[in-house]
């Protein structure tokens, strides 16, 4: 048995999430058809984070065993074969360690939330951004986000089905940066809360409306409750992109 780390790109639109579903396809049932098409075997792929509905990936990082003797290469050139049409491609195939870990062993995540501030409807990133056609203010967003950096209580920002043993959670970064229309939230931790990312973006959102002071953004934390919560941002915007490792 041989396990194989894989980087993984793919939009989310289409999908109910990286986790299989009753309900709806997922990107990892997607995935474990496709190997199991290859090989024969029934594959279980595990991924270092759990995106929602509508969430895009750049570069998840997954795992699958396999028995069968494949090389990288061919076994990430057989997937995209497989994975056709759906809109996820392999970027990058390795052999790890038995006790490599896609989720387990991942020390830090790292997502990018993309809004598109401008009042003309999006004719080819619809889906992919949020559309915010109220005027942003990138650097009062900014400076209100180093608010939420660092350990603390996220129960505001905390989805309700959210399946973590605690609300608590130490966050690396949060920057906002803008370039021309485009403002992106750059977010980094250990890991995140369910919807955590989603609902800090809302509600800088807000602040860079001028709707909400950084002042309100600190009460909405310190509440910790999710009835305080401003916003919770729609997923088109927000991409995995970066898992990391010792």
């Known amino acids: 048995m041989t396990r194989f780390r894989l980087t993984v790109e793919y939009e989310g639109r289409p999908f109910m999430g990286w986790q299989r579903q009753a309900h709806g396809p997922s990107v990892q ?27 895009h990936a750049r570069a998840m990082s997954a ?22 049409p759906h809109p996820v491609a392999i970027l990058d195939c390795a052999v790890v360690p038995d006790d490599w870990h896609a989720r387990f062993s991942c020390t830090g995540r790292a997502y990018i939330y993309r809004i598109i501030n401008r009042r003309a409807p999006l004719a080819l990133e619809n889906g992919l951004a949020w559309r915010v056609p109220a005027a942003l203010d990138a650097e ?3 400076r209100a986000a180093q608010a939420l950096t660092g350990l603390h209580d996220f129960t505001t920002f905390r989805s309700a089905h959210c399946q973590s043993a605690s609300p608590v959670k130490s966050l690396d970064r949060l920057d906002v940066i ?15 809360l369910h919807h955590q990312v989603r609902s800090m973006v809302g509600c800088l959102a807000l602040v860079g409306r001028g709707r909400w002071s950084e002042q309100d953004l600190i009460d909405a934390l310190e509440a910790k409750d999710r009835a305080r919560l401003g916003l919770n941002a729609p997923p088109d915007g927000l991409y995995f992109v970066e898992a990391t490792y010792p």
Do not use: C, K, Y
């Open 140 to 142: 009062a967003m900014h």
């Open 178 to 192: 803008r370039s021309g229309e485009v403002v992106e939230i750059h977010a980094a931790a250990r890991s995140f």
């Open 63 to 84: 795992h699958v065993d396999i028995a069968r003797a494949i090389t990288p290469f061919r076994l990430m050139e057989a997937l995209n074969a497989r994975l056709r």
């Open 29 to 55: 049932q997607a995935i474990e058809e496709a190997a199991q098409a290859i090989t024969g075997e029934q594959v279980t792929a595990h991924a270092a984070g759990r995106t929602d509905a509508g969430v």
